[in-house]
């Protein structure tokens, strides 16, 4: 959302000179892969669409994708919540560690990070040797799959919450502790209608990416078919069986909730723009 | 907040539930791989980085990175710029749009766009008279890249360019620098602390993808294999020391690119302040 900065201009000569070109570049990069996915999903028909849409194995790895998700956003919702408050509320040494730590996922590449919860989780790993005696198996299983999604998920509502809630400062919320608010009080009334728009583009985020993950969750997963094959996974697996139309039907279906994440957050901007104004 | 103002409550409980998340979730993991890694004998890890696929999995790997962050560049210096600064039809809509490659999964980005730009599809039809391949072809690595790190230099430039103080731009124009000028001199220097930001952003994001580059870049040994995809290869092997060690110096390269790039910029804002 905009701040009341630069004001901004009706374009000269030079200026739709430079739009154009910039226009181009995403037209070429961002709208034509849309259009794609959308054109070649639907290219030999609907029917096509909706029988690739029933297969077992796709209904299989859509229902493993909801539920890595399901298991996936609360966690990352209130662990990056505290994270937030903690950070942004209070002084303490080794706040600068802490943030560091939050931002390590970002830094990782998605199979490094797939390796490392194998190392630690796999049969040979040092928990996993203990937890396989138990017959609890994390890798190559949907817990596996949650666990790295956890991770590669973990930075984005802390993110998003944190440069916030440092620009709103905690005077409200010292007030209502003056005024003898209670810790959940003080969080429900308070800091919850202040954050909340930008919690819930964190928590759409974060599903978003959950939903998409690839590398890491290729790593742990084992791609069995129909068990531990998520979506994402489901495409290249599609693809390598030369299923064309179906890989780009399970595309359209990611491709539909990547612009859903996109919509939700314009929407959300503006209410916490909006919120923000009223005060 | 400062000064050590504790009347809010919930220090302790989001602290310690904090801390104790990052430990199980962030640094347990990050541990194991570096004590894996330290297991690792000299003479081990020479080998390993002497072998000449992996060596032209590493050229590749970061040739493609920093060319797609370059392209990044300027191509988010022309975005950000045309959509802080100019009023026309579709702007909010096309300010939405640039975060696209966050929001779309990094496997749909790859197939859609080797298929895009592959010898029978829609771009590639028109490259190919001209002898331009893209997919499968070193050109495609950095395509993939370009796409999945578009957002950071735009978006770490966008809030800049909106604070910028219009005085300076009038200022020099009443002086009677050009445009060109008034960019060069006035402009750009405002920005490098955000556009390097977000340029080493891209290129951190670049050297580790994955999802994206598999499906465009064709994979063949010595060409047009990067490096996460001789790492998983050697887990696919069973061969977790190696993968280990190749994760380990990748992970060390992030690090160690996003601390060189931070002390840079705590040098150079030092230096405006003067």
Redesign the interface.
Known sequence: M??A???????TA???L??G???F??L???????I??FV?AFSSGWEIVTQNLLDTDMLAAIRLTMWVALLTVPVNLV?GT??A??V?????RGKKL?LA??D?????????????????Y?N???LGGWLDERGIQVMFAWPGIV?VT??VT?PYVARELIPLMQAQ??QE??AA??LGA??WT??RRITLPNIQWALLYGTV?TT??A?????SV??VSGSIRGVTNT???H??LL?QDYN?VG??TA?LL??C???L??LL??LFERRQHKSLTNL | ???????????R???G???L??SL??????T??VL?AAQIRWSELLFYFTDPRLLAAVRVTFIAAICASLCNAL?GL??A????????P???F?D??????????????G???S??FAKN???GKMLAPMGVEISFSFAGIVLAM??TS?PFVVRSLQ?V????A?EYEEAAECLGAT?WQIFWRILLPSLIPALSMGTT?AL??S?????AVI?IAGNMPFATEVV??M??TY?GEYA?EA??AV?FV??LT??LI?LIVQLLQRRYSAREKL
């Not at chain 1, 942004?88 to 303490?92: G, I, L, P, Q």
């Not at chain 1, 390590?104 to 630690?120: N, R």
């Not at chain 2, 907040?1 to 919930?10: A, D, S």
């Open positions: 905009r701040r900065g630069f004001p901004l201009r009706r374009p030079a200026g739709w430079l739009i070109g910039g226009i570049c995403m070429i990069l961002l709208v034509l892969p849309l794609l996915i070649a662990f505290l994270i408050w903690c942004t509320r209070f002084d303490f802490l730590l939050v390590t996922p970002y830094a990782i590449s998605p199979v490094v990070a797939g390796l490392c919860y194998l190392l630690l796999g040979q790993g040092w666990l956890v991770f973990s400062g905690s919320e010292e502790v003056l209670g810790g003080l969080f985020l978003a990416r939903v998409g993950e690839f590398g290729a790593v979506l994402p996974l495409v290249q693809q064309s890989a780009f595309s990611l491709a909730m990547a612009l994440t996109l957050k314009t | 907040m400062k000064g050590g103002n504790r009347v809010l409550p919930g220090f409980l989001s602290l539930l904090g801390v998340y990052l979730i962030v640094l347990l993991p990050a194991t791989l894996q191509l022309l975005l710029w045309i959509l802080t600064r100019y009023e026309f579709g702007r909010k096309a939405t749009l640039i975060d696209l490659p966050f929001a779309l999964p990094t496997a749909v980005a197939l859609t766009l298929a895009l599809g829609w771009i370009t796409f578009l809030p360019i909106e604070d910028l219009p445009r952003l951190v994001r050297l580790g993808e994955f999802g499906f996460s995809l790492i998983f887990i977790y993968a280990a994760a990748l992970l992030s690090l996003l």
